[in-house]
Nanobody
Framework: QVQLVESGGGLVQAGDSLRLSCAAS??????MGWFRQAPAKEREFVAA????????YYADSVKGRFTISKDNANYTVYLQMNSLKPEDTAVYYC???????????????????WGQGTQVTVSS
């Protein structure tokens, strides 16, 4: 069974840091991504990383603050979030793509599997 299990969400103050984890299992993936969705808003791209080469991609809104990384041995992807802002508040979802075909990794349509989400709340 394919599973993506997120963890690490919580309530923090503006300026604080938080690290999200996504443990993957069930099959090999080419790309892992993080998306977030605030109430009444569409799901938006945050960051992505490829398993093979470790190439990373970031939304402009998080560049310089967030870092996506991976642990090959544990097949886990992380999202280190620093200098958090209230506008970062959202449910954060881990996503995985199985195909190695070249696609836009910033779109939800590029991913086949999704985790259950973990809530991140940043107070001002």
């Amino acid at each position: 069974q394919v599973q993506l299990v997120e963890s690490g969400g919580g309530l923090v103050q503006a300026g604080d840091s938080l690290r999200l984890s996504c443990a993957a299992s069930g099959r090999m993936f080419s790309t892992m991504g993080w998306f977030r969705q605030a109430p009444a808003k569409e799901r938006e791209f945050v960051a992505a990383i490829t398993w093979n080469g470790g190439s990373t991609y970031y939304a402009d809104s998080v560049k310089g603050r967030f870092t996506i990384s991976k642990d090959n041995a544990n097949y886990t992807v992380y999202l280190q979030m620093n200098s958090l802002k209230p506008e970062d508040t959202a449910v954060y979802y881990c996503a995985a793509r199985g195909s190695r075909a070249i696609v836009r990794v910033t779109t939800t349509a590029a991913y086949d599997y999704w985790g259950q989400g973990t809530q991140v709340t940043v107070s001002s």
